[in-house]
Every structure is written in structure tokens, then in C-alpha cells.
């Protein structure tokens, strides 16, 4: 069994002003303060700020609203990562493993896991310390990548997730948005036609059914 | 091998077609039913707590294990084959109610003409005209005939809509275009949004005749003739690739299994995966299945229905060796031909609009849709178009991850970074493509299904293979569409004053592809393979949907269809299978043979 390692998130950014770009209006979010320290299934301690700093440069914390960092992105993707999606157990993995045309889609051996744990140090073992003009450049060299593609997309899903799934924390990528969560009705509202973005705190699937509930990531085998 | 105690009747697969059938033999007769279902058991109470993006949209935890099986693909015969290792282009269910219970719920029935299409085409354009290679067929049955199974089908359902054309009068607000229909729909059409309100009004301008989607998610409250009672819609917007969680979705599991369930004939055995069709002297004699723990188990049976839809059915005849395969050079043999898939549009570029317009709640079927250019409708204008198919507009602002990142061409210079992301955040539920083209996709002699030489299943059993391209008439067709888009596009941002932009478009099953991929969503409706007709040598199946070669094995579903219409499939599938229903209870039980 592996050593267990942790990544530290920052807390006190979600006690900043936001401003949505849309209606101009200064929101104030719920304040914390201090670090959160998160137990890491998949990513090293290393892997994960490497994972945390790139991610913020694709979903960047500035003037229009908290980022990747504010939503535990990388918390999402290190669960994604760890479970059956990370393993490719929901995958046709026999072989022959022959390449083919893009029409075929990805046709690799490699799994999601394997793809990151190869990819990350290219970005270099230095990349979380460096100033986001030499990120955004190194990631600029890889942005036509398979791993970048992914990382790109694993960041807005970490984004715009069910925090049962590890990101939007605090739904805070909800809020950024717009969404109110899965609301169970519209029924009132469908015809009414407002066109109004939702500004109200977002709720989870777990708040809007009562109970928890497990994400597939956290199924056994 | 387990060897099991006969039942009357076995039948593969626990979705629509197969619990329709076991309905209609266990209310009618005194048949024993066993239906085999190889997924696991499903339940409205499970589907609340799956209203979860990231698990079934994104991870497809509702389909089908690809990692189990999947299907191979080419383009054309003298390739060879790479299985499609992730799901994109379709998304098999599993599990009781199959794909019945994560579809829309549009519930259309076909055109008239579709029944007859090569008798159509023929008399419109002559023998001579038509593209080299074109296998389109009758379907040996016509609309009229169906029209009693399309309406039982509407009935179970509670489908709600506004009927265009009733018993030949043509009615303003419904689809003049439909064929004719005896009733009303069971159910009023669903309520709207102002961008579905706007595309309505947008094509009505321009003199075309929208109509509300048929759906199958309920407007109402309603009870169907079997008692069974479901709520109205709540508009959560959770249908497409989502159990419904207050049953006003009709599923499976809510309509029909409540009913079986209860009969003392019927009996359902879920992680049975059926691998082969035992047969001897052209009399099936039952099936072969893997248990939920790997054992291989004998279930004997007199009747043998397979309702394990188009990939499946066809699959399972092949690995059974059953029927003539088909050979696209000699274009002998029946079985795997007329593989078709859904044809899609070009882009019509984008209506933008100053502010967000896009709500997060809606149902699955909810929407206008017009067939002005579907069938032979207002296709001579574009050269080269021999069918066309259905146009919508309108939507919703889907799910957050899926809807993210919708920004008109040019917005910013890359893909991530601020300049990104405070552009999808502008543009967040701003943006509407005007035209979502459902075309028909014609039957050609090079497009089938056989097995795969080198792929292989969980078990070591051949995979099944595509071979199929789109060809010189699909790229006419989504140009056609592309072209009236844009006009229903620019018209709405007139009238709304807003922006229209030329490309853009995105999204699922969205446009058109210059080759056919799998990687993104185009659509479930894949048909063929076993597919119905007048005569055995251009069908697998009669019109009763019974095996030509075995009169005691019957292949339900949209296998059986010829060629793909433009609407979707569902609800002719089941029409089809009640009819087929019909002619085993009433006629082939009384006299088991080739049903005449």
C-alpha cells in the first residue's frame, strides 16, 4: 500500500468578491480561511500541484470569478483517476491495438492513468513555482496533445461536477454559472420564459434528494 | 451445462420490444414467458439518485459495459476493422427497459411513404435515376396496416402532441405532413420556452408548418388503457441518457413491467447474457445464456423471440448460424444487410442574443419540429436530395459541463486561459443553433453487419462489424439542412433582434461529419441487419417479424427495419412488435408454421 499523500488547497480564496460578468453585481461568497488538506487516491503530493497549477491556468482565478484551484479540480480528477474511468475498466481494452484514423477515436493503450502519470513530468518538475507566463508557454507547447485535451476537459468537469464527485466545491462553479443544481421541477417555471440567470445558492444532488449519494468513482473492484 | 425446464416461450432482452411481447402472450394466452435481460434490474427510485452529469452522461454508467462487448467498424469492405473502444456515436442500453429507459422519449410515427419507399422512389424518380448501390426496400407492410399498433403503442405511452392530420383533414399547429391518424394524441403537447416559441414563429414566417415534438414524456397527468397512472412532467431536464425519476417518462419500467410483473406466466431473469439460439432441423429449440456467475445454462423453449434490438438480433442470428449471411459483392444472402444510421445537417450558424436566454429546465421531446423538407417534401429545390427528414430548434441550456464553453467563433484566441473562460462565461446560455436535421439515411448495398475475424467479446465470441460510409447523398442532405437553418436562424435573430453568425454549432449529434466517425453522439438509431419484408430473398424476417427459415423464432425491434426514416425509431419499433404479437398469439399458435 501506498504512502498516503495529501495536496493542500487554499481556502481563503472563496472569501473573496466575485463579480459576475453578466449583471456586474458583486456577490460576496460564504468566507473560510486557512488550507484544506485533501487525501489523494492516484496523484503524488508532486503529481497533484503540478496537476493544480495547470489546471488553473486553463481555469484561471481572476477578475471574472473564482477557478480551478477555488473548485478542488484536482481533487476531481485524482477520484476520477483512482476509479474505474482512471483504469479503463468501462473501456474495450483487447487487442490487436492497431492505430487508425481520427474518425475511430482514441484507439491507444494507454489508460487515463497511465496518461497523466507519462505526461506530468513534461511539464516539468518546477511548473507549479513558475509564473503563470512560463505555465501558460510550456502549456502552450502541449496544447494540441491528448493529455492536454483531457486535462482541459477533466478541468471543466471539475469545475461544473456534483461535489459528491470531489470538485466545484462549495458549488462554486454552480454559482459562477448560473446553475441551481438538479432541481427535481421546473414545472412552475418552464413556460414563464425568465430569462434571468439563477443567483441563488446552488444546491447538490445530495441536498436536493436527502441523502448521500456514492459516485460511480467510489465503487469497489 | 445447467440444463433448465422448458418454458412456452423465451425471449431475449427486457427492453420495449421484449417486455411488449411478453405482455401481450402473458395477458392473451397461457403461455409460460421467460425474458432473458442481460444488464441488471432497474427502478424508478434508483433514477433520483443518478440525476448526476459526470456519471451518466460523461461515464454512460446506464449502457451497455463496452469493456465487455462492442462492435467493430470500416468504412468500406476492403479495410480492415478497429472496434470502437469508447462510446460516442451511440450509446446501447442495459439493464431491464434497455435503452427505453435513458431515450428522449420522441415518439414519432413515420411517413406514409416510408412503408413503401422503394416502390416511392421509383415512381418519382425511375429505376435509372437512383444512385448506384441504393438497397432501399418496402417494408411489405403499409402505414394503414400499423396504424391500430402505432396508436396502442401512443395509448401505453400517453405520447402527447397535436395531430396535422386527422383521418385526411388537415389540422393547423399539428404536422400536416404526418400520415393520417384515427385519433387525437392521447396527451396535449408539452409547454414551451420563449427560444422554442421564437423558432415557431420564426418558420411559421417563413411558411413553413412547426409542430410541437411528439413525446413521450407526459404533459399530464394521464392513466393508459392497462391502469397504469403517471404524473406530468416536472421539466427537471434530466431525459436523454437519464432513468426518469417520477415516471413521466414512459419506460419500460413503468409501463410495462408493472403489468408482467404480476402474472404468474411471467418470469424475469436479469444478468443472463444470451450467446446463442439452439436449433436443429430449422426448428430453434432455445437458448444458450451465461449466468450472473459465469455459468453456462440450457434454457429450452418452443418459441424463441429475440428483442435484443438491431445490433444484437443481428449478432445472435450470425453467432448462431442462423439465416443466409449477406455478401455485398453478389448482394445474395440477407442477414446483416441495410445496416443505416441517422442522417445529420450541416451547421446554420448561430443566433446570438444579448442576454442569457437559455433556462436550465425542459423535457426531452419538448420543442417544435418541422417536416416542410421531410420525405419527398420540398426536396426538388436541391438538387441531388432524394429523402430529406425533420428540422428542430429551440432548446435548453443543457448541463453545466456539457453546455460550458459555448462561445461564437472568434471570441477568443485559444481554448482555456481568462480570455476563454470569461467568454463562456458572457456567452453562458446566450447561444442557439437554429436547425437540429433529423434525416433519413437510405440503405445502400456496401452499408451491413457480419461478424469481426479478429475482435472478440468478454466470452471469446466474434464481435459484430460495421461496414458503412456516409455517401455522396448524405453530404446533399446535410447541406439541404444546413441552407434552411440558416434562414430559420437568421430569421429568429430578426425577430428576436439579435446577432446571427455564420459556423459555430455544437453540442451532440449536432452536424453532419465528412466520413462517418464514432467518436461523437449522433444518434441510438442504428437499424438492420434482420430486416423485414415480403419475400425471402430480400428479408430475414416476414412482416410478422418471424425467421423466414424458423417459423418458431421471431426477431423483434428495429433490426427488422428496411431503412432508417427521419423520425425516431421507438415508436414504430413497437408498432411493429405488436403486430407481431398479433400474428403469434392469434395465428401462429393455432397453426405453428410460416405465418401466411
Known amino acids: 500500500m501506498r504512502r498516503r499523500e495529501f495536496i493542500s488547497i487554499p481556502a481563503k480564496g472563496l472569501g473573496g468578491l466575485l463579480i459576475y460578468s453578466l449583471t456586474g453585481k458583486p456577490v460576496r461568497l460564504q468566507a473560510q480561511d486557512g488550507t484544506v488538506k485533501v487525501p ?91 509564473p503563470p507566463e512560463q505555465q501558460d508557454e510550456r502549456l502552450e507547447k502541449i496544447q494540441n496533445s491528448l493529455f492536454f485535451r483531457m486535462l482541459r476537459q477533466h478541468t471543466i468537469e471539475g469545475m461544473f461536477c456534483d461535489p459528491m464527485h470531489g470538485g466545484n466545491k462549495d458549488l462554486i462553479g454552480w454559482q459562477l454559472i448560473g446553475y441551481p443544481g438538479p432541481l427535481m421541477s421546473y414545472r412552475d417555471e418552464i413556460g414563464k420564459n425568465d430569462t434571468e440567470p439563477f443567483r441563488g445558492k446552488p444546491k447538490s444532488l445530495a441536498q436536493i434528494v436527502g441523502h448521500p449519494v456514492k459516485p460511480w468513482e467510489d465503487e469497489a473492484g | 451445462m445447467k440444463k433448465l425446464k422448458p418454458v412456452d416461450v423465451v425471449i431475449v432482452g427486457g427492453g420495449w420490444t421484449g417486455l411488449a411481447m411478453a405482455k401481450e402472450i402473458t395477458e392473451r394466452t397461457s403461455l409460460n414467458v421467460v425474458v432473458l435481460e442481460r444488464g441488471p434490474a432497474r427502478k424508478t427510485s434508483d433514477y433520483m439518485d443518478m440525476m448526476d452529469e459526470v456519471d ?25 476493422a ?25 415518439a414519432y410515427r413515420f411517413l406514409e411513404d416510408e412503408f413503401v419507399l422503394a416502390t416511392a422512389m421509383r415512381e418519382k424518380y425511375g429505376a435509372s435515376k437512383l444512385p448506384e448501390g441504393l438497397s432501399v426496400q418496402d417494408w411489405g407492410v403499409t402505414y394503414a396496416e400499423l396504424e391500430p399498433y402505432y396508436w396502442k403503442a401512443e395509448q401505453m405511452m400517453g405520447v402527447g402532441g397535436k395531430a396535422g392530420n386527422l383521418r385526411g383533414r388537415l389540422i393547423d399547429g399539428g404536422n400536416i405532413f404526418e400520415a393520417p391518424r384515427q385519433q387525437e394524441f392521447p396527451n396535449p403537447p408539452h ?21 410541437p415534438t411528439p413525446a413521450a414524456t407526459l404533459s399530464q397527468t394521464y392513466t393508459n388503457p392497462d391502469g397504469i397512472t403517471r404524473p406530468g412532467c416536472a421539466y427537471c431536464g434530466y431525459c436523454m441518457l437519464y432513468g426518469c425519476m417520477i415516471e413521466a417518462k414512459a419506460q419500460p419500467t413503468n ?15 436479469n444478468h443472463a447474457w444470451v450467446r446463442r439460439v439452439i436449433h436443429r432441423d430449422g426448428k430453434a429449440e432455445g437458448v444458450m445464456y451465461m449466468d450472473e456467475h459465469g455459468e453456462e445454462v440450457l434454457q429450452p423453449a418452443h418459441i424463441v423471440v429475440l428483442a435484443s434490438w438491431t445490433m444484437n438480433n443481428t449478432r445472435l442470428l450470425y453467432l448462431s448460424k442462423i439465416g443466409d449471411p449477406y455478401d455485398p459483392e453478389t448482394g445474395k444472402g440477407t442477414l446483416g444487410k441495410n445496416l443505416t444510421h441517422q442522417a445529420r445537417g450541416d451547421s446554420g450558424g448561430l443566433v446570438l442574443f444579448e442576454k442569457r436566454v437559455l433556462g436550465h429546465g425542459g423535457a426531452g421531446g419538448m420543442g417544435f419540429r418541422l417536416s416542410d423538407f421531410d420525405g419527398f417534401n420540398g426536396i426538388d429545390q436541391f438538387p441531388g436530395v432524394l429523402r430529406g427528414g425533420s428540422i428542430g430548434g429551440g432548446g435548453v441550456a443543457g448541463h453545466p459541463i456539457s453546455s460550458f464553453g459555448n462561445i461564437p467563433p472568434g471570441a477568443a484566441r485559444r481554448n482555456w486561459g481568462s480570455e476563454w473562460k470569461k467568454a ?30 479478429t475482435y472478440t467479446d468478454k466470452w471469446g465470441d466474434p464481435l459484430l462489424r460495421h461496414t458503412i460510409d456516409w455517401t455522396e447523398h448524405e453530404h446533399k442532405q446535410a447541406a439541404m439542412a444546413g441552407a434552411i437553418a440558416a434562414k430559420l436562424a437568421r ?16 453540442g451532440r449529434g449536432g452536424s453532419r461529419t465528412q466520413r462517418y466517425q464514432v467518436v461523437s453522439y449522433n444518434s441510438t438509431h442504428v437499424q438492420g441487419g434482420a430486416i423485414m419484408g415480403s419475400s425471402p430473398e430480400t428479408s430475414v424476417v416476414n412482416t410478422y417479424l418471424q425467421h423466414w427459415k424458423m417459423p418458431n423464432l421471431f426477431v423483434v425491434g428495429g433490426s427488422a427495419f428496411p431503412q432508417n426514416a427521419s423520425g425516431n425509431p421507438t415508436l414504430t419499433a413497437l408498432a411493429i412488435t405488436y403486430r407481431s404479437a398479433d400474428a403469434l398469439i392469434e395465428r401462429y399458435l393455432k397453426h405453428p408454421g410460416v405465418i401466411a
Not at chain 1, 491556468?57 to 477578475?63: A, H, L
Not at chain 2, 409547454?191 to 409542430?211: D, Q, S, W
Not at chain 2, 440503405?443 to 475475424?453: E, G, T
Open chain 2, 191 to 211: 409547454k414551451t420556452t420563449y427560444t422554442i416559441e421564437l423558432f415557431g414563429k420564426a418558420a411559421r414566417e417563413l411558411g413553413y408548418h412547426p409542430y
Open chain 2, 491 to 506: 430569421q429568429m435573430a430578426a425577430l428576436a433582434g439579435a446577432k446571427y453568425v455564420q459556423g459555430g454549432g455544437r
Open chain 2, 56 to 80: 451518466n452522461a460523461l461515464r454512460h454508467r446506464m449502457m451497455q459495459n463496452i469493456a465487455e462487448e462492442t462492435v467493430t467498424h470500416r468504412f468500406s469492405r476492403n479495410e480492415t
Open chain 2, 255 to 269: 409501463t410495462l413491467l408493472p403489468i408482467v410483473q404480476k402474472r404468474k406466466t411471467f418470469t424475469l431473469r
Open chain 1, 40 to 130: 489523494l487516491r492516484f496523484f503524488t503530493a508532486e503529481e497533484a500541484k503540478i496537476v493544480q497549477a495547470a489546471c488553473a491556468r486553463i481555469f484561471p482565478s481572476d477578475e471574472s470569478g473564482p477557478g480551478a484551484t477555488e473548485a478542488n479540480v484536482v481533487v476531481y480528477i485524482d477520484r476520477q483517476l483512482a476509479g474505474p474511468y482512471g483504469r479503463d475498466k468501462y473501456r474495450y481494452t483487447k487487442g490487436p491495438w492497431v492505430e487508425s484514423v481520427p474518425e475511430h477515436g482514441y484507439q491507444g493503450k494507454e489508460n487515463p492513468q497511465q496518461i497523466y502519470r507519462a505526461n506530468i513530468p513534461k511539464l516539468g518538475a518546477d511548473f507549479a513555482g513558475l
Open chain 2, 424 to 453: 463562456a462565461l458572457e456567452w453562458q446560455g446566450r447561444i442557439v443553433a437554429a436547425g437540429g436535421f433529423s434525416g433519413e439515411h437510405l440503405a445502400y448495398r456496401q452499408n451491413y453487419m457480419d461478424l469481426d475475424p
Open chain 2, 82 to 106: 478497429v472496434p470502437v473502444r469508447q462510446y460516442g456515436h451511440f450509446l446501447p442500453g442495459t439493464g431491464t427497459g434497455g435503452a427505453g429507459e435513458h431515450w428522449t422519449g420522441i
